[in-house]
């Protein structure tokens, strides 16, 4: 993927780095070399800049974007194209859409398309790769920039081809005379010798998604063959002469105190270093193994403070200390609401913590020569590592390069650089290039999960089945998707803090998690419509169309129902049927699933779930499906099994023999449908279709046993629970 | 103390002076310099790290270097053979069979075993044979589809 990695060839690279990031475009030109180079100013565009204060949420400091030296393209003498993006590659696939993108506006061939990813020297200033971002957010920065580099081709074709631009046409990475087809130069021809910095000052127009050839189709991934073949490089797989290996020494829990240490033992090892700051301790060794046992010889006593909560009390501990909420939304008035209902529902859904457990843990590999520091990292924000790195190591942030090889999974846990920082330090410490790559154990530890929250909801229907009111509040999940889009004439939606980490609530990190709120506040809002369709004595899908107005919603329902085959019913009707519905990242999503319960070992098994979505413009349309399957399976996990363990600060699990993730045997068959939309903008892709996940499960155990599960995960004993509270174990 | 252990490693003999009772899987990355077998648990859970060992897929991370004394030893790096890819590796890439590609070469080389001791498995047998393998991307429906189209493209060769 990118060009600038160190391997067992070629270790040099990154030693001749010139002046930082955002030094100056003659500094980049320099680095780049000659060739046709596109700015973009995105200062014009308000819609770019709204989700850009979105993705900025997940980051401490909120910051907007530059306003000048932003999107980069290069068009070099070869005629091949090189663009330049600060979003990484994780799996989710900007590494062939960017390409499809740059491709079909410049009427190149995609397989002359390059892309470099992640590299803070080399790359626009991004806010990080999240919020399914990349195609709606970056995407038209790069579709502009493209189309403006073709208008500038086109110019300088006619130029030399000596007609009017309006006979030139672009085709194929040439400007061609539409009158006479021989006669056409290439782009390389046109930009050779010359450097040629061009920026843009109108916003060009972008083609129609009807106009698409190269965008728009199925194409197979780009890093495919690197993938299969083992050649794909993350982070811990570079090497640099002289490079240690860092293990690091970690508390036993959350908040414990370094009391004494005795690193004698672990120094009396053979080629160890040990460096200890306080209470980093880092034992370093040239084999990551000796290190490791090495750090196993180091005596330390830490001082924990007393667990007062755990993963049973969490819960009545986040009611106890929620602060007064903020209103989202509201309408109407809730009491006369509640007057017009014959039926009320109080309910409160609970949801666990949740680990992202990338299979790459954290990795960062530091060199720092000359007073520069090179950082490769496993990261979903480069631009945020090289800002974290420059504070804890004390240099200029200029003097800092944060390099993103391939990431092997990030979900939202790579938003933070712990081990970066870690990388760096020691770097700086020994004098030699350090990696760090932290154990499974150390990735539970350290990771900030998705946040343990309570949904409380009160709502009503009356006689007709019509809600009537709904009184809605989020704690700690934040209310990302808290908003409900029914036709509820009297309502309110209030939240209590975000997801992200504040003093005195959560025991240990928390943070943004694949749709981060929005899986919390799906599964509580749908599961509440659910047991009020229930009530009513309507059909679910029916319940919800009756209260829909919103015609991308109600088109992703039909969608979903129809593919389906579903055929109307009052819930529960022992068949095993859920749906659900909501909105993410500017995308609908609509679910069914059906389930089979064991209502002796309160197991369940998903057997098959069809999924709806409208998002827009499609520019990807596998890599949109994969994104798709990808949510379905890893929601799974959160609806049945994942929960971290934990007692105070002390984390419980530490690997996969009591965190399950989902697994091959689990899989439903499953059905994916993208609704064409080609009216509407691009939309995310990455995170909507996980949201849905634990309300259709729930809502399908509902529907096969009449017992209502109100916190994730749906586990076994409580799947019983539920049952045996139901009193209705039906075979 | 270090011993010297020879063993085939990508079809070439090796011999390496070394602490026997090192980690397979940390000799393979870093004295090898074979980076594609990944570390992911460490504990035999996730199957990152899966070798063949005599045409057998075995994690790398509860190996000592000593237990492949003698032994053949296939990495995903020696998968191809004189520049072709593997019909496994085929089918990951035309299935896209795979999304961070972290998983990808203990996925393929748990289902080359598989596929050597039963070259044309049912569905369920290749979800039991992959059953240890994790993905967290979710990339598993596109995983047992390359493997049934390999077994079918290989037809029962290896």
Known sequence: MNPNLPSALDFEHGADVVTPAAASRRDFLKRVGGGLVIFVALRDWAAAQEVVQEAARPMTVQRSLPTDFNAFLRIGEDGRVTCFTGKIEMGQGPITSLPQMVAEELEVPLESVDIVMGDTDLCPFDMGTWGSLTTRGFGPAMRTAAAEAKAVLLQLGSESLKIPVSQAVAQDGFVVDRLNGGHRISYGQLTKGRTIERHLSVKPALKDAAQFKIAGKPVLRRDARDKVTGKAQYTADLRLPGMLYAKILRPPAHGARLKEVDTAPAKAVAGVQVYQDGDFVAVLHEMPDAAEQALGKVIAEFDAPPATVDDTTIFDHLMRVATAPKIAAQGGDLAQGKSQAVRSFDSSYLNSYVAHSPIETHAALAKIEGGRATVWASTQNPFGAREEIAKAIGFPIENVRVITPFVGGGFGGKAFNLQAVEAARLAKATGRPVQVMWSREEEFFNDTFRPAAVVKISSGIDAAGRMTFWDYEVLYAGDRGAAHFYTIPNHRTAAVGNFNSSAGVHPFGVGAWRAPGNNTNTFARESQIDMMAAAARIDPVEFRLKHLTDPRMIRVVKAAAELFAWTPAVSPSRRGYGVACGNDAGSYVATIAEVAVDTEKGTVHVKRVVCAQEMGVVINPEGAKMQMEGCITMGLGYALTEEVHFKGGAVLDTNYDTYALPRFSWLPKIETVILEANDIPPQGGGEPAIIVMGAVVANAIYDATGARLFQLPMTPDRVRAALKATGSAVA | ?158
């Not at chain 2, 289902?111 to 598993?140: K, V």
Request: glycine share 8%; charged share 20%; net charge neutral.
């Open chain 2, 1 to 158: 103390m270090p011993e010297t252990i020879s063993f085939t490693l990508n079809h070439k003999p090796v011999r390496l002076t070394v602490d026997p009772d090192r980690t397979l899987l940390w000799v393979l990355r870093t004295d090898l310099g074979l980076t594609g077998t990944k570390y992911g648990c460490g504990e035999s859970h996730c199957g990152s790290c899966t070798v063949l060992v005599d045409q057998r897929a075995m994690r790398s991370c509860s190996l000592t270097v000593k237990d492949v004394r003698d032994k053949d030893v296939v990495t995903i790096e020696g998968l191809a053979s004189d520049g072709h890819l593997h019909p496994l590796q085929e089918a990951f890439m035309a299935h896209d069979a795979l999304q961070c590609g972290f998983c990808t070469p203990g996925m393929i080389l748990t289902a080359f075993s598989l596929l050597r001791s039963n070259p044309q498995p049912t569905r369920d047998q290749i979800i039991r044979g992959m059953e240890d393998n994790f993905c967290r991307c979710g990339a598993h429906t596109r995983i047992i589809d390359a493997i049934q189209a390999a077994a079918a493209s290989m037809k029962g060769v290896r």
